[in-house]
């Protein structure tokens, strides 16, 4: 009996297809917020070097 339990409480190793999409989905809303909040501000600092770029 305290083999079986022994079993069933020992310690895995490595991630799981699961725990790399929880990182995957992480990654993901990290960029959206990165994007969401600085999105506005590089877009018009693109804008400003390609006018004088043009000019």
Do not use: P
Request: charged share 15%.
């Amino acid at each position: 009996m305290s083999a079986w339990i022994r079993a069933k409480f020992q310690v895995e190793e490595g991630a799981s297809l699961v725990e790399y999409a929880l990182l995957l989905m992480l990654i993901a809303v990290a960029a959206l917020v990165a994007v969401k909040a600085f999105g506005e501000g590089v877009s018009t600092q693109f804008s400003r070097i390609t006018n004088s770029v043009n000019s």
